[in-house]
């Protein structure tokens, strides 16, 4: 049987499943169904998916198709470059009268849904959308003055405490009536090229794409790692992380079923007083709570993926140098954590997520490289690389969220060596040249005496990189890079306040940085030290985004060679101390911010969001305050403000341990 006119499409994007998809089960609800997926990666600007976000994806669409067609329909692929004339063209050629599909929240989806419904709802046609990606849509979860949320701590305990639980996964359909597809063929949609393919073919003998994969992968963690996930989650040289990251990415798995899962094995455990495996779902629980924590920050502060959410920031003079950048993503710091880290996701698309935590606060308070560069190239090259995940979680490292790192605090990698990775495998696993290396020096071995280095074959700055800058020396550096910030920030404050000026610094967040689309590495064994910042670059490197800034400074690297011979460097490295900036004596880095936060005589939640709800006349009501979301709700929209930072969070003392167990626990 084959439906006829007024049937209705599914609009699948990041939901790549057909169990708890509300934007299918209406649809199959409503009568024939044309399930339609659209490629538009243009509309994507700068966040061009990268390669093995790509393989990810086809291999995904794959699945989905075949289980479309186990139901009774087949998945429509469009290629485009404007999603809005791909959508009314296959109304079209399907005499379509519905749209159905889920909520993202990253703002180029805000934008684009906007349009979407705006333009089909001109023609005639009822638009409707869901929640499928979160616990709770993030204009329900509010403190007690209907206001956001600006902690995550605050946050993650107001959703665990709603009034309502979060609704039961959807069942997939039984069978689904297809609509008429006869003038509305499939295009081919490519994600690779040749030269992509052989690595591709690898990804495949570690990753099962696909949602009935994700629910395998899903049921094996909870029955086996997440017993002692709170034990063995620190440890980078094993998988004892849950490894659902992408399959959620995707929307191959429900994070409410996973929710629902994991608190029903937390009830029988609690049940039996295992306390111990408690503590592990909590900590599991916690890092889905950063997972819709940065969705949350992303819908209410659709900027947070550029500008920094805490304005003094603005004025940080961050480094530009490109090759530092190159050492970096080619896993030649002469910092073993950090470069086994860098060459790992390079060769896998997969990073643990301390290690994550380690080669991006490297990136930032050693090397003080701006942190769109690396959330930048983590997006190339993660396969669960995520807009919003990410962009938290940079901000996250980088200071500029009320509960986030103190960007003053440096955590040398040495000592984060022994911490995650103690006997030294992961280091070894990645990096071969230091295989032989005595687990003693496996984490610093510029320390170590010749004989050793000898024995193992080793020859700094030969065939593995003396430390491309020591850490007692990029603590000078960063104190005095954060001094000339608060100078600049005193300074704009000033001049605002005096109504003589509008304040400096602000072009330099709204310059948006070019970045490039060859992602292709040049492997060199050449020593790092003495660079000079490249003039022209050899065609298989990847290249540096351009930033153009008053605020950045241009440097030339520092001699590594001196470092392993200075008398700072010849002795064992001390545990660092956490050193605060000493703008004022005595004053914090979380004092500093806390003063900034409240300069403002009263804080503005909703300068970068003006939420209102939408008459749809096929909503039966909004979301908010009602649990009627699987029947179409009305999502506030966002106008762009006038204003351009946001600098109404003001901190508290509840910080998050660590935002990138978003993404990969």
Same mark, same amino acid.
């Given at each position: &049987?084959?439906?006829?006119?007024?049937?209705?499409?599914?609009?699948?994007?990041?939901?790549?499943?057909?169990?708890?998809?509300?934007?299918?089960?209406?649809?199959?609800?409503?009568?024939?169904?044309?399930?339609?997926?659209?490629?538009?990666?243009?509309?994507?600007?700068?966040?061009?998916?990268?390669?093995?976000?790509?393989?990810?994806?086809?291999?995904?669409?794959?699945?989905?198709? =075949?289980?479309?067609?186990?139901?009774?329909?087949?998945?429509?692929?469009?290629?485009?470059?404007?999603?809005?004339?791909?959508?009314?063209?296959?109304?079209?050629?399907?005499?379509?009268?519905?749209?159905?599909?889920?909520?993202?929240?990253?703002?180029?989806?805000?934008?684009?849904?906007?349009?979407? +419904?705006?333009?089909?709802?001109?023609?005639?046609?009822?638009?409707?959308?869901?929640? @499928?990606?979160?616990?709770?849509?993030?204009?329900?979860?509010?403190?007690?003055?209907?206001?956001?949320?600006? %902690?995550?701590?605050?946050?993650?305990?107001?959703?665990?405490?709603?009034?309502?639980?979060?609704?039961?996964?959807?069942?997939?359909? +039984?069978?689904?009536?297809?609509?008429?597809?006869?003038?509305?063929?499939?295009?081919?949609?490519?994600?690779?090229?040749?030269?992509?393919?052989?690595?591709? *073919?690898?990804?495949?003998?570690?990753?099962?794409?696909?949602?009935?994969?994700?629910?395998?992968?899903? %049921?094996?963690?909870?029955?086996?790692?997440?017993?002692?996930?709170?034990?063995?989650?620190?440890?980078?040289?094993?998988?004892?992380?849950?490894?659902?990251?992408?399959?959620?990415?995707?929307?191959?798995?429900?994070?409410?079923?996973?929710?629902?899962?994991?608190?029903?094995?937390?009830?029988?455990?609690?049940?039996?007083?295992?306390?111990?495996?408690?503590?592990? !779902?909590?900590?599991?629980? +916690?890092?889905?709570?950063?997972?819709?924590?940065?969705?949350?920050?992303?819908?209410?502060?659709?900027?947070?993926?550029?500008?920094?959410?805490?304005?003094?920031?603005?004025?940080?003079?961050?480094?530009?140098?490109?090759?530092?950048? +190159?050492?970096?993503?080619?896993?030649? %710091?002469?910092?073993?954590?950090?470069?086994?880290?860098?060459?790992?996701?390079? *060769?896998?698309?997969?990073?643990?997520?301390?290690?994550?935590?380690?080669?991006?606060?490297?990136?930032?308070?050693?090397?003080?490289?701006?942190?769109?560069?690396? &959330?930048?190239?983590?997006?190339?090259?993660?396969?669960?690389?995520?807009?919003?995940?990410?962009?938290?979680?940079?901000?996250?490292?980088?200071?500029?969220?009320?509960?986030?790192?103190?960007?003053?605090?440096?955590?040398?990698?040495?000592?984060?060596?022994?911490?995650?990775?103690?006997?030294?495998?992961?280091?070894?696993?990645?990096?071969?040249?230091?295989?032989?290396?005595? %687990?003693?020096?496996?984490?610093?071995?510029?320390?170590?005496?010749?004989?050793?280095?000898?024995?193992?074959?080793?020859?700094?700055?030969?065939?593995?990189?003396?430390?491309?800058?020591?850490?007692? *020396?990029?603590?000078?550096?960063?104190?005095?890079?954060?001094?000339?910030?608060?100078?600049?920030?005193?300074?704009?404050?000033?001049?605002?306040?005096?109504?003589?000026?509008?304040?400096?610094?602000?072009? =330099?967040?709204?310059?948006? *940085?070019?970045?490039?689309?060859?992602?292709?590495?040049?492997?060199?064994?050449?020593? !790092?030290?003495?660079?000079?910042?490249?003039?022209?670059?050899?065609?298989?490197?990847?290249?540096?985004?351009?930033?153009?800034?008053?605020?950045?400074?241009?440097?030339?690297?520092?001699?590594?060679?001196?470092?392993?011979?200075?008398?700072?460097?010849?002795?064992?490295?001390?545990?660092?101390?956490?050193?605060?900036?000493?703008?004022?004596?005595?004053?914090?880095?979380?004092?500093?911010? &806390?003063?900034?936060?409240?300069?403002?005589?009263?804080?503005?939640?909703?300068?970068?969001?003006?939420?209102?709800?939408?008459?749809?006349?096929?909503?039966?009501?909004?979301?908010?305050?009602?649990?009627?979301?699987?029947?179409?709700? @009305?999502?506030?929209?966002?106008?762009?403000?006038?204003?351009?930072?946001?600098?109404?969070?003001?901190?508290?003392?509840?910080?998050?341990?660590?935002?990138?167990?978003?993404?990969?626990?």
């Amino acid at each position: &049987m084959r439906g006829g006119g007024g049937c209705s499409i599914v609009w699948f994007r990041r939901d790549l499943r057909v169990e708890d998809n509300p934007a299918l089960t209406a649809g199959v609800r409503a009568g024939a169904v044309v399930a339609v997926f659209i490629w538009a990666p243009e509309e994507e600007g700068q966040y061009y998916p990268g390669r093995v976000s790509r393989w990810w994806l086809k291999q995904s669409l794959g699945h989905l198709d =075949s289980s479309l067609r186990n139901l009774g329909t087949r998945l429509i692929t469009k290629r485009s470059t404007d999603t809005v004339s791909s959508l009314l063209e296959v109304v079209k050629f399907t005499g379509a009268t519905q749209l159905y599909f889920n909520h993202l929240y990253d703002t180029l989806s805000l934008v684009k849904d906007h349009r979407v +419904k705006e333009a089909l709802n001109t023609q005639g046609i009822t638009v409707r959308s869901f929640n @499928a990606d979160l616990l709770y849509e993030p204009w329900d979860v509010n403190d007690v003055h209907a206001r956001p949320f600006t %902690t995550f701590a605050a946050f993650w305990d107001r959703c665990l405490n709603m009034p309502y639980d979060p609704d039961s996964p959807l069942l997939p359909p +039984k069978r689904i009536i297809p609509g008429d597809v006869s003038r509305c063929p499939s295009d081919r949609l490519v994600f690779e090229d040749e030269s992509e393919k052989a690595s591709n *073919a690898l990804l495949a003998r570690a990753w099962s794409p696909g949602w009935s994969n994700a629910n395998k992968a899903l %049921t094996a963690f909870i029955n086996g790692p997440l017993i002692e996930y709170s034990i063995n989650c620190r440890k980078a040289d094993s998988a004892t992380t849950s490894l659902l990251s992408p399959h959620l990415h995707f929307g191959e798995l429900s994070v409410k079923k996973v929710f629902h899962l994991v608190r029903i094995k937390q009830l029988l455990w609690a049940n039996e007083g295992n306390k111990a495996c408690e503590e592990s !779902v909590n900590l599991f629980l +916690k890092s889905i709570g950063l997972r819709e924590y940065s969705r949350y920050i992303s819908f209410h502060h659709p900027y947070s993926h550029e500008r920094p959410l805490l304005g003094h920031l603005k004025f940080f003079p961050w480094v530009v140098n490109e090759a530092y950048f +190159k050492a970096w993503r080619q896993g030649r %710091t002469g910092y073993p954590l950090v470069d086994a880290g860098m060459r790992e996701l390079w *060769a896998t698309g997969w990073l643990h997520d301390r290690i994550r935590v380690v080669v991006s606060s490297f990136f930032v308070k050693v090397l003080q490289l701006p942190w769109r560069w690396g &959330m930048k190239y983590f997006w190339d090259t993660l396969l669960d690389a995520d807009l919003e995940s990410d962009a938290l979680g940079w901000q996250y490292i980088t200071g500029t969220l009320p509960d986030g790192r103190e960007f003053d605090r440096i955590d040398h990698p040495q000592f984060e060596g022994y911490k995650f990775d103690p006997n030294g495998e992961y280091v070894r696993r990645w990096l071969p040249e230091l295989a032989r290396l005595p %687990t003693e020096w496996i984490h610093h071995p510029w320390n170590a005496p010749e004989s050793v280095l000898q024995a193992a074959g080793i020859e700094l700055g030969s065939n593995y990189p003396l430390p491309i800058v020591g850490i007692d *020396a990029a603590k000078t550096r960063l104190q005095e890079a954060l001094s000339e910030m608060w100078q600049l920030e005193a300074t704009s404050r000033a001049a605002v306040e005096n109504g003589t000026e509008e304040g400096l610094g602000e072009s =330099s967040e709204s310059i948006p *940085a070019a970045f490039p689309q060859d992602t292709q590495m040049e492997e060199t064994h050449e020593p !790092v030290r003495n660079n000079p910042l490249p003039v022209a670059r050899r065609y298989l490197d990847q290249m540096v985004p351009s930033i153009t800034s008053t605020l950045l400074r241009v440097e030339d690297e520092e001699t590594t060679s001196d470092l392993r011979n200075s008398e700072e460097e010849s002795s064992r490295a001390e545990v660092p101390i956490n050193v605060n900036a000493q703008h004022n004596a005595g004053v914090t880095w979380n004092e500093r911010i &806390m003063q900034t936060a409240h300069r403002n005589t009263q804080v503005q939640y909703n300068t970068t969001m003006e939420l209102r709800n939408v008459a749809e006349d096929s909503a039966v009501e909004s979301s908010s305050g009602t649990r009627r979301e699987r029947d179409g709700s @009305a999502v506030p929209v966002w106008s762009p403000p006038a204003s351009s930072y946001s600098e109404q969070f003001v901190g508290d003392e509840n910080g998050i341990t660590n935002l990138f167990l978003a993404k990969a626990s």
